[in-house]
């Protein structure tokens, strides 16, 4: 049984994630999304929030669980029995910090891989920080995140008034 890792910290998840998901539980027996610490970023959702949000937009896919974890990636991966990390590449920005983060990743633990895939290029411009730029000035968002992670979204802002 091929059990993959898809982490990050999925504030909110969009498209571009969702499309990395459903492929890559074609590939692999189960995918883990794991929503995990990025010590670089303050969060709009909180770690329950982006879970249940994540559930609710993978819920059709039925090899594919959603859990929470504090700590190391590659302890989590241990855990969890996996030694597949999986990673979508937008475009040659991403390389240089995900190369960073893989090879620290091979270096703490030399029997995990990480995976690689290209976003499709439709979602090459989307990340989880332009989606909540465009939806804090009220710019349309529909075609960045699923119905119900713009709801979500826009009850944040509603309720966070003067951010
Ligand atoms: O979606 P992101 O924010 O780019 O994901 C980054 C994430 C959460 C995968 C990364 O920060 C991470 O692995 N955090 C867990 C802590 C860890 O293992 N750090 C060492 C490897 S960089």
């Given at each position: 049984m091929r059990i993959a890792v898809y982490p990050g910290s999925f504030d909110p998840i969009t498209y571009g994630h969702l499309d990395i998901v459903s492929r890559g539980a074609k590939i692999f027996d189960r995918v883990i999304v794991a929503v995990l610490h990025n010590s670089k970023k303050q969060p709009l959702f909180t770690v329950?929030?982006?879970?249940?949000?994540?559930?609710?937009?993978?819920?059709?896919?039925?090899?594919?669980?959603?859990?929470?974890?504090?700590?190391?990636?590659?302890?989590?991966?241990?855990q969890r029995q996996s030694n597949v990390i999986i990673k979508g590449l937008r475009a040659v920005t991403d390389f240089e910090y995900e190369m960073q983060m893989a090879s620290i990743n091979r270096k703490l633990a030399e029997d995990i891989e990480t995976f690689f895939m290209m976003t499709n290029n439709q979602y090459?411009?989307?990340?989880?920080?332009?989606?909540?730029?465009?939806?804090?000035?009220?710019?349309?968002?529909?075609d960045f995140v699923p119905p119900v992670v713009e709801k979500a979204i826009r009850e944040k802002f509603a309720g966070n008034q003067g951010k």
């Open positions: 329950e929030e982006r879970l249940e949000l994540i559930r609710q937009v993978t819920g059709d896919i039925p090899n594919v669980e959603v859990e929470g974890y504090d700590g190391l990636l590659i302890h989590y991966l241990q090459s411009f989307l990340s989880s920080s332009i989606v909540k730029e465009v939806a804090r000035y009220d710019g349309q968002i529909s």
